[in-house]
């Protein structure tokens, strides 16, 4: 889009334009002539198979114009006037590719897929005005500007990460974050369901996960990490709740990657069910952890562990449809196993020399589970550990290290990377957020806006075909320090918008002074939804 404003304003002399309000920066944007004058009657028809796409389009419209906005099945979808929605698979894009064309006379999506059509339907609602915006209270056209967008998206794994171990948010706030992870054409949530401090869905056939492991004693207030409030805190999502929200985001194009944690981060787990750990050590207390950090109990490496995890991994497929079933795989320590005489039997009959050999062993036992059952393993990159499982997928988030060598190897890889992806850390300087006041504390770190922006999930350091298996890039949001849902908002965004460029637009077109301009009419969307995001003009963040 700058190129052409730029070629614009070189022919012509004329001011240069304020760009779209679009994030992310579609591909190719071609101002037309005259606007579309969207209003209450402007109906939307579409073609078969577009029913999810055409009413989520309407009920969004309707939100803002106060009125049913219509949506009818038009096999034709040809007729001029309204939005019409229709899908064309010979067109010449990727997967998740649009066509937006909007004229005087019409508005239409073509996409390549349902996803592409969606996708097309969210840069619509980017173009409209802000909810709750003074332009929706009289009953004049919105002018939607004319142009022609051709659009697709540079990775297929878009993901953002929520923890709700650490802390649970209600089923409502996890749609409302879903619904937001679309309008940013975001497309994988990946679920951390399970930690030391709480295990959050309920498992049928291990009714003790959620009636011990999902409850602690206590918890670090704000502003001292090293104390307790004393207060009782827990809960869990129920299968009933999983599956709505499971669908509610498949109506959005968003795939939800569920983790169960192991071998570490398991101590919920094995505080519910203690024969699940090294029981066979001296001073075995497991407890469901009321302080944050890296702890030591591990899931033992046994055959009864493993029918465990077969069981539980059963009720997850029934419930997730996803492909990739993450197994966490991070800050295992191998302290326990190295003490138990039951651990190290095992060693000793397999010949392993290491913690990391059990580590490895255990990766594979649980990529076996997984590949009976027709999905695929993603861990984090300690999954790497004594030798990687043949087909697993690898999120990086140690830096790049681990990506790289995995992609050099032939395995796929997500980009997670603590450097530029970790949402958990400061906005702005972390002296300025603590002025006002501790509930503002973070974890650590600054990681403002434009750092995020200046990400590349392709390091330099591979080839072309190695490239290849760099699938996408994920924003991770560690939720220690997030006591409540708005706390996860001020955090998110607006970095996410920054994550959504990062994942969707092309490398050679991305522009941070560019980006922030339209940042600007992105934040009064967010105004729009009442998001309580961070904002990036405090002078630190820049
Ligand atoms: C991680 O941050 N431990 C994946």
């Known amino acids: 889009m700058m190129k052409t404003l730029i070629t614009a304003v070189g022919m012509t002399g004329v001011a240069l334009a304020a760009p779209l309000p679009l994030i992310p920066l579609p591909v190719s944007v071609k101002p037309g002539e005259g606007s579309f004058g969207f209003s209450k009657e402007t109906t939307i028809r579409f073609s078969p198979g577009l029913e999810t ?67 097309g339907t969210r840069t619509i609602i980017q173009l409209l005005p802000p909810l709750g915006t003074d332009a929706w209270k ?40 879903i619904d937001w992870m679309a309008f940013h054409k975001l497309n994988v949530f990946h679920w951390h369901l399970t930690e030391d401090q709480g295990w959050r869905i309920e498992i049928r056939k291990y009714p003790k996960l959620t009636e011990v492991g999902a409850w602690r004693d206590s918890s670090p207030p704000y502003g001292n990490r090293k104390s307790d409030d004393g207060k009782r805190y827990g809960g869990f999502y129920t299968q009933e709740q999983i599956k709505e929200i499971v669908a509610y985001a498949a109506a959005r194009h968003i795939t939800i990657v569920p ?85 190290k039997a095992l060693m000793k009959k397999e010949g392993f020399k290491t913690g990391h050999d059990v580590q490895s062993y255990f990766v594979k036992r649980v990529e076996k589970i997984l590949e009976a059952k027709g999905r695929r393993l993603i861990g984090w990159d300690e999954i790497r550990e004594g030798g990687l499982s043949p087909q697993a997928t690898v999120m990086s988030w140690r830096g790049e290290a681990g990506g790289i060598a995995s992609a050099k190897e032939g395995h796929d890889v997500v980009m997670a990377p603590n450097s530029h992806t970790y949402f958990d850390r ?61 706390k996860v908002e001020y955090h998110a965004y607006p970095r996410m918008a920054a994550l959504a460029e990062v994942a969707w637009t092309p490398l050679d077109q991305k522009d941070f002074s560019d980006f922030s301009k339209r940042l600007e009419g ?13 904002k990036p003009d405090a002078p630190a963040a820049k």
């Not at 309407?58 to 038009?74: C, N």
């Not at 519910?272 to 050590?281: A, C, H, K, Q, R």
């Not at 922006?453 to 075909?465: E, G, M």
């Not at 992105?522 to 961070?534: E, P, R």
């Open 259 to 343: 983790e169960i944690e192991m071998p570490g981060h398991a101590a919920a787990a094995i505080a519910s069910y203690p024969e699940l750990g090294n029981n066979d050590i001296p001073n075995y207390a497991p407890k469901v952890e009321t302080r944050w950090g890296v702890h030591p109990y591990t899931f033992a490496p046994t055959e009864e562990v493993f029918s465990f995890i077969t069981d539980v991994f059963t009720e997850v497929c029934e419930l997730f449809p996803s492909q990739y079933i993450h197994m966490g795989g991070d800050e295992a320590p191998k302290n326990q196993w190295e003490k138990s005489p039951r651990v």
């Open 53 to 119: 796409e055409a009413g989520l389009l309407a009920s969004d419209l309707s939100t803002r114009t106060g009125s049913e906005q219509k949506a009818e099945a038009d096999t034709k979808a040809k007729t001029p006037g309204g939005i019409v929605l229709g899908t064309d698979t010979s067109l010449d894009l990727p997967a998740g590719g649009y066509l937006l064309k909007i004229t005087p006379d019409n508005v239409t999506v073509t996409g390549k897929d349902s996803a592409g059509v969606f996708y």
């Open 522 to 534: 992105v934040m009064k969307q967010y105004d729009g939804g009442n998001l309580n995001y961070f």
């Open 426 to 486: 400061y906005q702005a300087r972390e002296n300025q957020e603590l002025a006002k006041g501790k509930e503002y504390e973070a974890i650590g770190g600054f990681q403002p806006i434009k750092k995020v922006y200046s990400y590349d999930p392709v390091p330099k350091a591979l080839t072309p075909a190695e490239a290849k298996h760099i699938i996408g890039v994920q924003a991770q949001l560690w939720s220690e320090y997030f006591k409540d849902f708005k």
């Open 138 to 177: 009289d009953s004049a056209p919105e002018l939607l500007p004319a142009v022609e967008i051709k659009d697709y998206p540079r990775f297929a794994w878009r993901g953002t990460m929520l923890d709700v171990g650490r802390h649970l948010f209600p089923a409502e706030d996890v749609k409302r974050f």
